[in-house]
């Protein structure tokens, strides 16, 4: 069974930085695009930034372009979340997501992944 196991959330001061990791433990990491979303309470999960298989190819929200990199490094089946410049705003529950299809990706929403991490909190204060 396929895990995605996300880590490196906590609490971090305004202008602070994080970097989250999510592995999977899957052999063909390589054949997934993978993605970071992120979720408040009461609210829709949101598209943050997403990658492709290869890692040729990366999209952002406008909310995060320029603060925020993400990056994978299939040998190690690891997609990273860098997040620097961080705001109160960013505060909320990261999820990572792997798609076979690029088809969900390219729609910035939930629906159409393949698996689900369990989510790591990430807490900016002000």
């Known amino acids: 069974q396929v895990q995605l196991v996300e880590s490196g959330g906590g609490l971090v001061q305004a202008g602070g930085s994080l970097r989250l990791s999510c592995v999977a433990s899957v052999r063909t990491f390589r054949d997934y695009h993978m993605t970071w979303f992120r979720q408040t309470p009461g609210k829709e999960r949101e598209f943050v930034a997403a990658i492709t298989s290869s890692g040729g190819s990366t999209r952002y929200a406008d909310s995060v372009k320029g603060r925020f990199t993400i990056s994978r490094d299939n040998a190690k089946n690891t997609v990273y979340l860098q997040m620097n410049s961080l705001k109160p705003e960013d505060t909320a529950v990261y999820y990572c997501?792997?798609?076979?299809?690029?088809?969900?990706?390219?729609?910035?929403?939930?629906?159409?992944?393949?698996?689900w991490g369990q989510g790591t909190q990430v807490t900016v204060s002000s």
């Open positions: 997501a792997a798609a076979k299809n690029w088809g969900p990706v390219v729609a910035r929403t939930d629906g159409g992944y393949d698996y």
